[in-house]
């Protein structure tokens, strides 16, 4: 675990997981640069990343009753706000209290201060020694023991709301998104479609007339699945109650719908409140039409890179093409190259294995010289008289002793000038 992650508490982690959760964000390192620039606050951080606070309502504001419904379910966001405060008080005071003793200090004179600083050298080491001893073990005992990670199912609180408004309202509903808030983000950014987003609170007073009137209408159903994506989930539930916190809903039946714009999934409308089902027909129908030129402008861009990503990947192909036949034309003259080469190579060896067998012929004839014995007279007694006839038709004549070998006989015709060197 890297240092900067050991210095978050838990609060703060759960604060960075439900940020990523909400928004889609899967880098850890910007989901934290994106809190701490809004001081820690999550509701500001999802806000500024959803671009909120470009967009306003589109119905009146809701009556007093629905308030207060919604006031009582951010009750304990209240509460713990509070705390917030009250843990400021309580450091006000601490920090009051320090300063009054600091100044009583100062006016003990100078052998309270003389005191105090040969106390503080004497127990210096000892407490440096133990500090750095509760360091060490919390150090070890955060390793072994981590802080841990509330569990959440987003996935799961989505089918559950879905299942349980089945089983509430009936099947007769417009197809709901089965995936979690992040993930119903990143379908509609990859498809570039509208997302509306529903926040369900089934003890509101208006929710089971909305539910059953206006969201099982077979106009707005037929509408909202041939043109949006519908992502639905009970603000009873984590994942609910944190795009509740994300959207800032004032009034129930609350509906939002999301469009790619500028690269961001942006909230460019809010309906809230109880609505016929002409009038969710009409208005969806006038939201789409005003923001359809980002998702227009969204798929022009899109269908320019995967044409050029398309033409590049031509050219790509077409260079790869050309460069395996230029490789293989080379790859054919390379091999032609080392034929005449190694032909020329075999036929100067040849020539030199020829030439050296020569001049081995020519050394044995002059050394095989001293071999033939001295021609004997003609009137000498045993003479013999021989006649060879070379290939190329020269006569050899010459006397022999009967006495010599067949060898002597050999030795004159090999070393003859003009034998055959074969």
Known sequence: MAEHDRQLTPELTEKIVQYQEVTGTEDYNAARSQLENHAWNLEAAVQDHLALSDSSPLTPQPSTSSQEGHEHHNWDTVNSRGLANGRNIDEERDSEERETVNRNSNQGGFLSTLFRGGYYLLTLPLRFTLSSLTSLFFFVYRIVYPYP???TDPLGDVL???GEYEKEYGLQHPSFFRGSYSQALTHAKSELKFLLVYLHCGDHQDTPVFCRTTLSDNG???????NLILWGCSVT????YRVSQALRENAYPFLALIVLRDGRMTVVGRLEGPIPPEQ???QLQILVRDNEAFLVVARAERQERELTAALRLQQDEDYQESLRADQEKERKKQQEREEVERKELEEKQKVEEQQKL???IRRLKIEMVDRIPAEPDESSEGVVHIVVKLPQGTRLERRFCETDSLSSLYYYIFCHPDSPDR
């Open 149 to 151: 990670r509330r569990l």
């Open 160 to 162: 559950s709301f879905i």
């Open 220 to 226: 707005v159903v037929e509408y909202i699945n041939n």
């Open 237 to 240: 539930t984590a994942e609910g």
């Open 280 to 282: 969710l027909t009409s």
């Open 358 to 360: 020569k001049d081995n």
